[in-house]
């Protein structure tokens, strides 16, 4: 029938274009409202990272943690501009965030060990209470760090060994960093006889010891007696060295071979233990 009346097809055609044009026009405000938040965040984006890479260089953060917030933060403010650009346009985007909140809570709470690691991870990268390559102690275990990365720290244990120990268990933990400290003290337990003269034991031990590489005069060695064994009486000498000029397994044998020359020397023995056997 509308072929039969080319006056009405026309009219038809007409209001269609008329109104796509009204509403492009009522439209394009919007759109281009819309382009200009997307771009400012981008901008934006663009900066956070900046700022971020920035003020993790002046606490030295780990490079890869600065990558990554920095990576983060800009993505962050990418999405949100991308939203807020897309409600502009009248796009209804409540049931799409409301669905994705949803499907979040869901994978979040079925990954909460994973997501718990993950965060552990880069607290402990950011936080830095040790770095890739320090030796430290935690869970029971003492190694090298090999590597942090985003579920576990990876430990070399002294005897080869490879650990990981999930981030969240590494956080909660105390951990001993045998790396950082410039300083360390070192306690050799030693019996001598009964027969020996513990005042010159005490000084052979200390000129014993005052040639050890690395050790410090402040605070001085000390020689502490302190029981009595099955057969010798027991004394502790402690020492501090510096670890810049000697490591702390080179200075404990360094010590223990001092001291079992110079007794040798001065003959004043180490006694072996002692069993009587009584028979009835």
Do not use: C
Request: aromatic fraction near 10%; charge should be negative; proline fraction near 4%.
């Amino acid at each position: 029938m509308l072929m039969d009346d080319p006056t009405g097809l026309s009219s038809q055609a007409g209001d269609y274009l008329a109104l796509l044009l009204e509403k492009t026009l009522l439209f394009l405000p919007k759109l281009i409202t819309a382009l200009v938040i997307f771009v400012v965040a981008l901008y934006m984006a663009g900066w956070v990272a900046r700022l971020i890479r920035t003020t993790a260089a002046r606490r030295d953060a780990d490079p890869e943690l600065t990558e990554l917030l920095s990576r983060l933060g800009q993505w962050s403010v990418i999405i949100l501009g991308t939203l807020w650009a897309l409600e502009t346009v009248d796009r209804n985007i409540t049931g799409f965030v409301a669905g994705l909140g949803i499907v979040g809570f869901t994978v979040g709470f079925a990954m909460q060990d994973v997501a718990k690691n993950f965060i552990a991870g880069i607290l402990l990268l950011w936080q830095q209470p040790f770095d890739v390559g320090d030796t430290i102690e935690v869970k029971g275990y003492t190694g090298k760090v090999m590597d942090v990365n985003i579920r576990a720290t990876e430990l070399r244990t002294f005897d080869g060994l490879h650990v990981l120990i999930p981030n969240a268990d590494v956080y909660i933990n105390p951990i001993t960093n045998y790396t950082r400290p410039q300083e360390r003290r070192i306690t050799l337990e030693v019996g001598v006889s009964y027969d020996s003269d513990l005042t010159e034991v005490s000084r052979v031990a200390l000129e014993a010891i005052a040639s050890l590489p690395g050790l410090k005069e402040d605070p001085a060695p000390v020689v502490v007696f302190n029981r009595f064994g099955d057969s010798a009486v027991i004394f502790t000498l402690s020492y501090w060295v510096d670890l810049a000029q000697t490591g702390y397994g080179q200075a404990l044998d360094a010590g223990v071979k001092l001291i079992h020359g110079a007794f040798a020397r001065a003959g004043i023995e180490i006694p072996y233990p002692v069993r009587t056997l009584i028979q009835k």
